[in-house]
C-alpha cells in the first residue's frame, strides 16, 4: 500500500512537473503569438503606409508629367507667339512704309499743283507723322482754296449762265467753267452783242438818219483811228452806260474791233 502511495504520489509530483513546464511553454507560445501578432500588425501597417507612398508617388509623377507637358505646351506657344509678332511688326514696317510712300507721293502732287512748299516747325522725325504732317498743311489749303474758288465762280455762275441752275458740288461748278469753248471770250461777244444792239436802239431813240451799211464796214477804219474813235467816244461812253443802269471798270477799251 505504502509503495503504490509512494507510486502514486512520484507520479502526481512528475504529472506536476509536466504541467509546469507545459504552462511555461504555453506562455512562451503565447509571447511568441503576441509578437508575431504585432509584427504582423506593424507589417500590415507598414504595407499600407507603403501603399499610400506608392499612389501618392504615383499622383507626384503624374502631376509631375502633366506639369512638363504644359511647361512644353507654353513653350511652343510663347515660341508660336514670338514668331507671329515679329511677322506682324515686319508686316506693320512694311504698310507703314507704303503708306508713307502713297502720302508723300501726294503731297509732291499738291506742291505741283500749287507751286507751296511748307516747312515743319517741330518735326516728329517718324517718316509717317511728319508725311502726314505735311498733308494736314496741303489738305488745309486745298480746303481754303476750294472755298475761296467756290465763292467766286458761284458769284460768276449768273452771268455765264444765266439759265442755268448752279450745280451743288464743286467740281461740278468749277467743271462749268473749263468747257472746249473760251468762256471768256464767248462772254466778250455776248457783251459786244448786248452794247451794239443798245447803241443802235440809242441812235434809234435820237431819230437821226444812219448808213447802218457803212458804220458796219469796220474794215475800212485804219487801227490808228480807231483808237482815236474809241478814246473820243469815252465821254459820251460814260453818259450811255450811266443811263443802262451799268457801272463801267477801269479795264482800257480794246483798240481793235471785233466781229
Known sequence: MIKELLRIGAQFVGYRDYASKTE?????????ADTLAQKLEQSEEARKKAESDAVQARREADKAKADAASVGDLRKRLHAAETSLSEHITAQSAREEAITKRIRTQNRRFVNKTSQEFELEDPDNDPL?????????????????????????SRLFPYFFPKKEEPATFL????????PE?????MRHENMKVAVESTVALVADSQQTIDWAKVGNTEQIEQAKWRSLIKAAKLNTKKILAYLGIKPSSTPSSSKPEV
Open 129 to 153: 507723322l511728319d508725311a502726314v504732317s505735311f498733308l494736314e498743311f496741303h489738305g488745309t489749303e486745298a480746303r481754303e482754296g476750294i472755298d475761296e474758288a467756290r465763292t467766286g465762280l
Open 172 to 179: 461740278t461748278l468749277a467743271k462749268c467753267f473749263n468747257p
Open 24 to 32: 511555461e511553454k504555453l506562455a512562451e507560445a503565447n509571447e511568441r
Open 182 to 186: 473760251d468762256l471768256g471770250l464767248k
